[in-house]
């Protein structure tokens, strides 16, 4: 059979064994736009889940703010944009002044954006409306920052003054990516430090799954939380895409109510990984992989968010549900050694002088997160130049736990196969010959499939 595979930026063909089953990482059914996003918005709004409406929660001399999600998430459409714009009419018939109000990208860990990258994401008039109203969150920031103490299981919950101080926060989510988003990871993270999130961003903390997400319930736990302590509630406007820039759902209302309706509606697209076993496990798995990763919009990728931030993290969901044991992976990418000094400094430092001498995640999490949290230099470009917090390429590493299950890592068609062996896995010129290598371990009748993957997350 002849398979089409995500190569970087272009796409290849390879010839696979006609034994080879196919899975699929894509939505079994897609949902249909929404036809006047705006209309859509304001009827959710008019209508909201378990909440009163805007309008309600605030007088004419409330402060407002309202917190978006950052370019990381993976949506091109104006649904930021849209729904301000919604929010601040229904303030407006409120009494509240615009004056009022602040806009914050909740961008977390990940880097801040520019004042022209802010406008692509909410709209240029807006970005000119609102100017020094308009910023980003500051994990780094103490005075911008409030301690909310500890959880009753322990977890600590800092977050920015705005959404703990401000009368009302509203908070608008680009989209869904299965389980791993929306919920109150968008204020909880989004607005948070190293310190609240370093407990559920672990190896094994982090998950994408719909039902049952153990990340997720640490931060529902931190909402009541917040919300116990501020006396307030988040006002949250919930999305879920149908296509990487057109929305198909609009819920607004409650942080709970809202996720939970995304969920429904993602449970029906994206069936468990698991019931799409084959009749046995699978011994060697083949997928390309996209110049795509979210950490990399409008900046250049790099190896270690190519080949395990997104190659075994975001994409290699099915291998870990339907992978035997010592089973091999297959990634078809060019894989440049190429490193973007701007926006991720510290991931070379991880690359050189981390990965060489250590590849399990556990270990690394436990004797450099902490160090590489607190290193000034790094932080300091993150705070003033753009840079992604230096903690965050500790945690990129983290799918690297998938290596207990895979036994060995294939990398095809790689500019320079020292870049793979640098991680210790193998490099092959082509998707046959990595084929022809796996098979001398797991035998030439061995189970193979191929995984179509999404264009973009």
Not at 77 to 90: K, Y
Not at 141 to 153: A, I, K, Q
Not at 351 to 366: A, F, N, S
Not at 396 to 412: E, N, T
Request: aromatic share 8%; proline share 7%; hydrophobic share 40%.
């Amino acid at each position: 059979m002849i398979a089409s595979l995500p190569f970087g930026p272009r796409t290849i063909e390879a010839t696979l064994p006609d034994r080879t089953v196919v899975l699929s990482n894509e939505e079994p059914r897609s949902l249909p736009p929404v036809a006047d996003l705006d209309s859509a918005v304001r009827e959710a709004l008019a209508f909201p889940r378990d909440h009163r409406r805007i309008g309600d929660l605030v007088t004419p001399s409330a402060s407002v703010a309202i917190a978006f999600d950052d370019a990381t998430v993976p949506f091109h459409g104006p649904i930021r944009g849209v729904a301000i714009l919604a929010v601040l009419d229904e303030l407006d018939a409120a009494g509240v002044s615009r004056k009022n109000v602040t806009l914050i990208c909740a961008n977390s860990l990940h880097r801040k954006f520019r004042s022209e990258e802010l406008a692509r994401l909410i709209g240029e008039d807006l970005a000119r409306e609102f100017g020094a109203r308009l910023i980003c969150h500051d994990a780094e920031d103490r005075e911008s920052l409030v301690d909310l103490g500890t959880t009753p299981g322990g977890y600590p919950v800092e977050l920015h003054r705005l959404a703990v101080e401000s009368d009302l926060t509203v908070y608008v989510n680009a989209r869904y990516i299965r389980g791993f988003s929306g919920g109150w990871k968008s204020v909880c993270v989004g607005l948070s430090t190293y310190r609240t999130m370093k407990l559920h961003h672990t190896p094994d903390g982090m998950s994408m799954a719909v039902h049952g997400n153990r990340m997720h319930a640490i931060l529902d736990e931190m909402g009541a939380h917040y919300e116990a302590r501020t006396g307030r509630r988040v006002f949250k406007i919930d999305t879920l895409a149908a296509s990487p820039s057109e929305t198909a759902r609009v819920f607004a209302g409650s942080v709970g109510a809202t996720r939970q309706a995304a969920l429904d509606t993602i449970a029906a697209m994206f069936p468990p990984r698991r019931d799409a076993r084959p009749r046995e496990p699978i011994d060697v798995f083949v997928y390309g992989v996209p110049d795509t990763s979210p950490y990399a919009v409008w900046a250049r990728s790099n190896p270690i968010l190519n080949l395990v931030s997104y190659g075994l993290g975001y994409l290699g969901g099915m291998v870990e549900a339907l992978g035997r044991p010592g089973c091999t992976v297959i990634m078809a990418t060019p894989v440049p050694e190429q490193w973007d000094e701007v926006h991720h400094p510290s991931y070379r430092e991880v690359w050189e002088r981390v990965l060489p001498g250590m590849r399990d995640p556990y270990q690394i999490m436990h004797v450099h997160a902490d160090a590489f949290a607190t290193r000034p230099d790094y932080i300091e470009r993150y705070r003033h130049a753009f840079a992604f917090h230096p903690v965050h390429a500790i945690m990129a590493v983290y799918p690297l736990k998938r290596l207990k299950l895979v036994g060995r890592v294939i990398v095809a068609g790689a500019e320079d196969p020292a870049v793979p062996r640098h991680l210790g896995f193998e490099a092959t010129p082509t998707v046959e010959e990595a084929i022809a290598l796996a098979e001398k371990t797991h035998g030439s009748g061995c189970s193979l499939a191929v995984i179509r993957q999404p264009a973009t997350l």
